[in-house]
């Protein structure tokens, strides 16, 4: 039945569906609120907090605790364990999905269930429906820069592996992927493939081998799109050269992939001089994916938040290709579709699906008393607040802070339209300073301004609180795309300290209670060591978001970047 379904997807009729879903956002809330008490209020996270079967989001406020990670973790880790009994939800939970661990520094475990699969295709589906109406594909494959993670087995034998590829491992994803006429152009023993460096190298072989078909070029996030083409450059001619023999490069060694990348290479001299061509011909390669691709209709991926940084290479790659943004969500679950497919990823905004979740927003203010807010339902936001969004979902999480930041932009029908502002924990702060994930990417961005008459680029950056000095200071890290001169970088250094304009950090440089700024310029390749590590760790490469400030908790991620220092400069921006 879910086959048949699949087959006949109808962008309109999602359209119509996510209409009529959204006019009654409020009643529809308190639907899937009550939905999710009824199927979960007999396990025993819930029995504690004396709901008595009442499923109204009163008494639910009321009653059930607002959560972070760490409260729950301990019932997480039972159900990993193989504990039988109805501990988050009343059906037995069997997969588990790690989160991307980039920030902490190791991932968290987060349940996984047919329901967060079912909201995973809603999303797809929606965002999809309208996607079609402004940029139409038809018959055509996906370039999709996608991997899976090495999947393991809990102590209770639960399946565990990140949440994309839990959803890439579903017979339902690749029958909704076909379905809307955009199949990966890349077989699953690339995918699913052991090392991700032949894995990539091949995905960009499966392009160039369908690139007439190719519509669409994609990947989680904006960061594996960046790296693939970077990578491209690279290894180019060897690409050339396996179409113009028919030969697979020796690079590629794990066996089932040799396999099926033999099936599909054949010896094509034609095409290898086109793309041969193509690519010489590029200035600096400027415009590299329409060039390959001719029938793109656009690049797509979630291009907001830590993603941002990369826009600007993204655009050189893209020429004048459209750039589209991708849903929200997380590990956790997901929250909403773009419907505005047009806007710049820098202006995008998220849809929230009523029926995929129970949401509540606390406002950022502050009281006077000095209490945080009491968090609002969907139907109460404003427009132009700030909120923090709490979730509540079908897989057994329930008053769950997210940390995200959001901004109310507009509404659609009745529900919100949300932009990403920035992770609510993600701070640098030493004293009363703070200083947001935003702030240190406007910092760099106007740094790396500097760079520009050198002919350089910063091609990644995280950041540090290092309070082992007295006074503390914050260390910038930055691998750049070439060498520059000391002048040049002292500038930048400066340009850093002077861009973080936070009343409080600003007053202690002043005071000398937060010590001068400090611009580590990191070896070539560096970033690529700190992904090699989180795939080590069992994550993704598809997945991967480089942390913007690492803590002194993650060490391994500290050492990387310490070891790898060549140069070093202090701010005299407020000598």
Known sequence: MVEKTEMKFDPEEVIVEFEALTKEAGKVQEETLQKILEENGATEYLQQWGLNGRTDPQTFKACVPLVTHKDLDTYIQRIADGDPSPVLTGKPITTISLSSGTTQGRPKFVPFNDELLESTMQIYKTSFAFRNREFPIENGKALQFIYGSKQFKTKGGLAAGTATTNVYRNAHFKKTMKAMQTPCCSPDEVIFGPDFHQSLYCHLLCGLIFRDEVQVVSSTFAHS????????????????????????SARVTVPSMRSAMLKLLKPDLEQADTIYNKCSGLS????????????????????????????????????????????????????????????PPELVTYAVLPNIGYFEFIPLRVNLDGLE??????????????YE????????????????????????????????????NLLLSINIDKNTEKDLQLAVEAAARLLVDEKLEVVDFTSHVNTTTDPGHYVVFWELSGEA??????????????????????????????????????????????????VGLGGAVSQFKTPRCVGQNNSTLLQILCYDAVKSYFSTAYC
């Not at 994916?289 to 893209?318: C, Q």
């Not at 339902?377 to 700030?386: I, P």
């Open 225 to 248: 799109i960046v790296h693939a083409f970077r990578t491209f450059e690279q290894v180019w001619e060897e690409l050339v050269a396996d179409i113009r023999e028919g030969v697979l």
């Open 284 to 343: 600096n390669w400027y415009g590299l994916i329409p060039a390959l691709f001719p029938n793109a209709r656009y690049i797509y991926g979630i291009m907001t938040g830590s993603m941002e940084p990369y826009l600007k290479k993204l655009r050189h790659y893209a020429g004048e290709l459209p750039i589209l943004s991708a849903d929200y969500g997380s590990s956790e679950g997901w929250i909403a579709a773009n419907v505005n497919p047009k806007l």
């Open 373 to 386: 807010p009491t968090p609002v339902g969907l139907a109460e936001v404003k427009l132009g607040e700030e």
């Open 389 to 424: 969004i709490v979730v509540t979902t079908f897989a057994g999480l329930y008053r769950y802070r997210l940390g995200d930041v959001v901004k109310i932009k507009g509404f659609h029908n009745a529900t919100p339209e949300l932009q990403f502002i920035c992770r609510r």
């Open 485 to 534: 001169s000391d002048e040049t970088m002292q500038e930048c250094c400066n340009c850093l300290d002077k861009s973080f304009v936070d009343a409080g950090y600003m007053g202690s440089r002043k005071t000398s209670a937060i010590g001068a700024l400090e611009l580590r310029v990191v070896k070539r390749g560096t970033f690529h060591k700190i992904l090699d590590h989180f």
